[in-house]
């Protein structure tokens, strides 16, 4: 990834590679700024041609074009002002200018076009202000600054010089030079001079500018540098240019054999360090960690263990202290046993817990983040009971219904008898029911239609022992498959059509306070004067009939109602066997024809029908009931029902004499029916007669069974219908936006409720479509020791819990990603069995690959932390090891050397003795560029660079 300081030489590369030297920095930035406000103006300019060319020109084309262009006019003339010899304060100026400028433009953006040239607020003349003032002042110090300072000298190159010499290109460190000049009297003579590279510099720069920085730095502090010779080890103590405080151990001849580990904010915890590493690096042991290790360390009176693999990265640590050493190593132990047999929980969703308390068992969900979202309501007896009870939630909440506590349902459900319906008010009631278990799902569902639409409109009744209903039903088709004839009703409205309006046909029936229907019509009527005729005839004919009993067949003598007489030979169950085809003037002359036909029909019984009369019959079931005939032998009413002996059908008759005067209601619409059992009901009956609908609960009096059928008519109209299952989802609130959701069973039985609540209906709907989305991949798991738990927060991380979900162990770094953490579990499942224990002594030295496959040592205090690490790589821990005997004595022959100031270092090397310029952060600026025999010549070779340097001119070569 590139940094501030790589695209700042990336510019300077540039500006040389394509320009030339630059004579500064500014010079650069003002050339790049010139570039780019070139570019973005040019760019509008282009974007405003191409738009117009092709006819696509439009407000925003032209606010976008506009404001590049003017954009990067600024950015150019504020380039040009950088490139000019101006002073800082010309800059400021120019910078002042250029923001200006830039508020105009971002003006021109926001209010073009609608507040623009006669539009709007019309801001046009004061954002050309703020422009043209910006760019003004920006012109003005590019106009008026080369007047003002002239024009600014350069060095020009005569034309035939001869290469540089190779002692000013670095490739050669000796040279010679003749000199030329004039002398008093004006004759031409010349020196040799003897030119020798006396030192180099340690690091390199990237522009002119830099390295005639980093010159004059050298040249203004080497005058005053001091001496300091090595003449063995020492550790030179120093400060940053971050002010904290750091040592390094150099040998006699100057290379770093290691670095403090650490920084320091005071001096004093530096000689600290220091004198630390002397007293206990020369005699400090080597460990080595073989595959893992578990290390014990103190704090604050607290005694900690970690697991260390054998890089001596940390992978596991105790969450909490121990009193002693001794009780931190039972600990470890136990964390390597449970560990190993710890289960993973890796919820991608959620998962179900089973848990013991107080002898009991129940189960609750977690989430993946091992936060409680629900608990069951209620105790389990044994542990595989409350599994199977999850087991069955699970397999059923993928297809739980989400209901709404505050919304009027119907909830359909199925038992083993059937499809129910019940119908749940607002207030968690359940207010009304099926009367009875319907064999299919939509006979159940087309119930709580008919009740939702004829709730509004029905009337509450109350049936004294028996009533008669007159009730209306849509005219059948006609027998060839047509409908019947419509009645005609002429409407004066005016126009000379005729409309036909198709009418219901009417019936009646005879009802008790229980719904027994005791009598009801054979034939439909016409309209409802017709049925309550039909009615007041039932009663007539009732009252006066006799009970004729027959068993086969009986033949009947009647007068027709032309008056006239007949016969007819009838069955049991009323069917017309034969008729006499005929009219005869009197009864004898009828009852003389039908004696010829009888004498074929022995067995027929001879009835003669003066007036009405009740027949008791059997039909083809062995069934008894009973039927009215007229004198006419019409069939005026019959038995709805039928009875196992004759005698329950004559007292089916009977009890429609006790009733023939009932009253008469009619109704053309649902009724609630109330009726006392003890205390008051309600059932909800269509016209047909059919009851769609009971009432759940009973009240004590009649008002208040009035009053609840008032309350539930706008709930049981508005109802949404859902089917539910064994399992289904409720969500409730509070009215403050406090939501939450529980599980019940197919009797609303609470089986379990959230834990949390949510702020909105949304979220809390987003959770348990979650809940039924990976229910069938939710695993049931229980924590009988402990249990391995995926924690995940910025990163991923791991934590040893037991039952009550106290943290054991954790991870000791963080991950990037759930395989990563993966693979660390796994690690530590195969490290901490195996692993031994490794006691740090107050300092210990430790070997390591680095990253580059060399082997470095460090040292360690009794903390595990590290105070020391070397510089310097070996192929082999053999190798590393070996070296350490040679630390151990530059430790404990090392001096303390502070370096406060610039100063040079005179120091032997392989080859000789060298000397080195080091400033006061212990940075390297210069050194010898050759090694010298003597200390004598090394010495000499410093001080003239000493003494000439800071007068010396700087000179540069391609």
């Known amino acids: 990834m590139s940094t501030l300081s790589d695209f700042h030489q990336?510019?300077?590369?540039?500006?040389?590679?394509?320009?030339?030297?630059?004579?500064?920095?500014?010079?650069?930035?003002?050339?790049?700024?010139?570039?780019?406000?070139?570019?973005?103006?040019?760019?509008?300019?282009?974007?405003?041609?191409?738009?117009?060319?092709?006819?696509?020109?439009?407000?925003?084309?032209?606010?976008?074009?506009?404001?590049?262009?003017?954009?990067?006019?600024?950015?150019?003339?504020?380039?040009?002002?950088?490139?000019?010899?101006?002073?800082?304060r010309a800059i400021w100026a120019s910078g002042v200018g250029l923001l200006v400028a830039l508020v105009g433009v971002g003006s021109f953006g926001v209010v073009y076009p609608s507040d623009w040239r006669g539009y709007g607020a019309d801001y046009s003349v004061e954002?050309?202000?703020?422009?043209?003032?910006?760019?003004?002042?920006i012109a003005g110090v590019t106009a008026l600054v080369p007047v003002v300072t002239g024009r600014k000298g350069m060095f020009v190159e005569e034309e035939g010089a001869t290469d540089d010499p190779e002692i000013l290109t670095g490739d050669s460190h000796e040279a010679a030079q003749f000199a030329v000049f004039r002398d008093g009297e004006g004759d031409w003579k010349w020196h040799i001079l003897h030119l020798e590279a006396l030192a180099e510099s340690e690091s390199t720069t990237v522009t002119r500018p830099e390295t005639e920085a980093s010159i004059e730095e050298v040249k203004s502090q080497i005058g005053s540098a001091g001496l300091m010779e090595l003449t063995t080890s020492a550790f030179r103590l120093h400060q940053d240019r971050n002010g904290t405080w750091q040592w390094t151990l150099a040998r006699d001849d100057g290379s770093v054999v290691g670095t403090c580990a650490s920084e320091f904010t005071e001096r004093d915890d530096a000689e600290g360090s220091v004198s630390f590493l002397k007293d206990r690096g020369p005699t400090a042991d080597v460990i080595e960690i073989d595959g893992a290790a578990f290390t014990y360390h103190e704090e604050r009176d607290q005694w900690h263990w970690q697991l260390l693999d054998a890089d001596r990265r940390a992978l596991a640590s105790s969450e909490r202290g121990y009193g002693t050493m001794d009780a931190a190593e039972e600990a470890a132990q136990t964390f390597a046993q449970r560990f190993d047999r710890a289960r993973l929980l890796d919820i991608e969703m959620f998962g179900v817990e089973l848990r013991e308390a107080d002898d009991e068992w129940d189960w609750r969900f977690v989430d993946t983040d091992d936060e409680e979202l629900a608990t069951s309501a209620d105790g389990y007896d044994h542990k595989r009971d409350a599994e199977e009870a999850a087991?069955?939630?699970?397999?059923?909440?993928?297809?739980?219904?989400?209901?709404?506590?505050?919304?009027?349902?119907?909830?359909?459900?199925?038992?083993?008898?059937?499809?129910?319906?019940?119908?749940?008010?607002?207030?968690?009631?359940?207010?009304?029911?099926?009367?009875?278990?319907?064999d299919a799902h939509a006979s159940a569902e087309q119930e709580t239609e008919q009740f939702a639409e004829h709730v509004e409109r029905a009337t509450v009744v109350e049936i004294d022992e028996a009533e008669y209903e007159v009730y209306p039903t849509p005219r059948e088709a006609a027998t060839d498959g047509g409908e019947l004839k419509p009645v005609t009703v002429e409407e004066d409205d005016g126009s000379d059509d005729d409309e036909d309006v198709i009418t219901d046909d009417w019936h009646w029936r005879l009802v008790t306070e229980d719904r027994e229907v005791i009598a009801a019509s054979t034939d439909p009527h016409f309209d409802e004067a017709a049925a309550e005729d039909a009615i007041e005839r039932v009663r007539e004919q009732a009252s006066e009939a006799d009970l004729i009993e027959f068993e086969s067949s009986a033949f009947q003598v009647y007068e027709a109602d032309s008056g006239e007489w007949r016969w007819r030979l009838i069955d049991e169950d009323g069917t017309v066997l034969a008729d006499s085809g005929e009219e005869h003037t009197s009864r004898g002359d009828a009852a003389e024809a039908m004696m010829t036909l009888k004498e074929q029909a022995p067995e027929a019984e001879l009835?003669?029908?003066?007036?009405?009369?009740?027949?008791?019959?059997?039909?083809?079931?062995?069934?008894?009931?009973?039927?009215?005939?007229?004198?006419?032998?019409?069939?005026?009413?019959?038995?709805?029902?039928?009875?196992?002996?004759?005698?329950?059908?004559?007292?089916?008759?009977?009890?429609?004499?006790?009733?023939?005067?009932?009253?008469?209601?009619t109704m053309e619409a649902a009724i609630f029916q109330t009726y006392v059992d003890q205390d008051w009901h309600w059932r909800f009956v269509l016209p047909t007669g059919e009851t769609v609908a009971t009432d759940a609960a009973s009240e004590s009096t009649r008002d208040e069974i009035e009053t609840s059928i008032e309350s539930l008519r706008d709930d049981a109209a508005g109802g949404e219908i859902c089917t539910v299952g064994d399992v289904m989802i409720q969500l409730y609130g509070s009215g403050k936006g406090d939501w939450r959701w529980q599980l019940l069973d197919r009797d609303r039985g609470v089986i379990a409720d959230a834990s949390t609540s949510d702020q909105s209906r949304q979220a809390v709907t987003a959770t348990v479509e979650n809940l039924k989305r990976y229910a069938a991949d939710a695993p049931i798991f229980t924590i009988d020791d402990a249990a391995i738990r995926i924690d995940r927060g910025d990163r991923w991380t791991w934590q040893l819990i037991d039952d009550e979900r106290s943290i054991l162990a954790s991870a000791t770094e963080e991950q990037s990603s759930k395989a990563d953490v993966l693979a660390v579990v796994e690690n530590v499942r195969q490290l901490a069995p195996i692993a031994g224990r490794v006691d740090f002594d107050v300092a210990s030295f430790e070997l390591y690959a680095g990253e580059d496959d060399r082997w470095y040592w460090r040292l360690i205090d009794e903390n595990g932390r590290t105070v020391a690490t070397g510089t310097e790589g070996y192929t082999s821990s053999e190798a590393a090891r070996e070296a350490l005997d040679n630390v151990r004595e530059l430790i404990e022959n090392a001096s303390i050397l502070e370096i406060d100031s610039v100063s040079f270092e005179l120091h032997r090397s392989d080859d000789g003795w060298v000397w080195r310029l080091i400033d006061k952060y212990g940075d390297v600026l210069a050194e010898s560029t050759q090694s010298y025999e003597h200390r004598t010549d090394a010495r000499e070779a410093m001080v003239a660079v000493k003494r000439h340097a800071p007068d010396g001119w700087i000179t540069f070569t391609e």
């Open 10 to 88: 990336n510019l300077f590369r540039l500006y040389e590679h394509y320009v030339g030297e630059p004579d500064s920095k500014k010079d650069v930035y003002g050339y790049w700024v010139f570039i780019v406000g070139y570019l973005i103006g040019a760019a509008g300019v282009f974007t405003f041609i191409i738009g117009y060319a092709g006819d696509t020109g439009s407000f925003l084309l032209i606010r976008v074009s506009g404001v590049s262009a003017a954009a990067g006019l600024s950015l150019c003339l504020f380039g040009i002002v950088l490139m000019l010899p101006v002073r800082k």
């Open 607 to 665: 009835l003669e029908i003066d007036t009405a009369a009740f027949e008791i019959f059997v039909d083809e079931n062995d069934e008894w009931g009973w039927r009215l005939i007229d004198e006419a032998g019409k069939l005026v009413a019959e038995d709805p029902n039928t009875h196992p002996t004759r005698a329950a059908a004559k007292s089916a008759m009977e009890r429609l004499l006790s009733h023939l005067g009932s009253s008469i209601r």
């Open 391 to 438: 087991e069955s939630l699970l397999a059923e909440l993928e297809s739980a219904s989400i209901t709404v506590a505050s919304e009027p349902t119907y909830e359909l459900y199925q038992s083993d008898s059937g499809w129910h319906w019940r119908l749940v008010d607002g207030n968690e009631h359940v207010v009304a029911r099926a009367p009875e278990a319907s």
């Open 127 to 137: 954002v050309i202000a703020i422009y043209a003032a910006g760019v003004a002042i």
